[in-house]
Nanobody, 122 residues
Framework: VYVAESGGGVVQAGGSLRLSCVVSKFTFEDYIVGWFRQAPGKEREPMSCISGSDGSTDHADSVKGRFAISKDNQKKTVYLQMNNLRPEDTAAYYC????????????????RGQGTQVTVPS
């Protein structure tokens, strides 16, 4: 397993969740790590990306101000803090490993995890 997500669940609208992504068997600092999501019947949607080296970030417009990405290099872990969740945020959330930031926002991953489900009932 190269990328493993956790932290999903059911949360009421307006609530928060923090997703975790552990990267293994790769040099964390050499890559971009990013989150994307996919709801049933919808296209994949990029969320947020972070550089394993310098910590620079980029976010999709749809989540700016609500979602924040961060990392812990010692733990080789990237977090996605999701606040003020809405029913339309219901989806499977995936973490991926990328060569660079543009590829992250285009969801052109090298590897991705199995995903973690986030459900926000309406």
């Amino acid at each position: 397993v190269y990328v493993a997500e956790s932290g999903g669940g059911v949360v009421q609208a307006g609530g928060s969740l923090r997703l975790s992504c552990v990267v293994s068997k790769f040099t964390f600092e050499d890559y971009i790590v990013g989150w994307f999501r996919q709801a049933p019947g919808k296209e994949r949607e990029p969320m947020s990306c972070i550089s394993g080296s310098d910590g620079s970030t980029d976010h999709a417009d749809s989540v700016k101000g609500r979602f924040a990405i961060s990392k812990d290099n010692q733990k080789k872990t990237v977090y996605l803090q999701m606040n003020n969740l809405r029913p339309e945020d219901t989806a499977a959330y995936y973490c991926g490993l990328y060569e660079n930031m543009p590829e992250c926002l285009r969801i052109l991953y090298i590897y991705r995890g199995q995903g973690t489900q986030v459900t926000v009932p309406s």
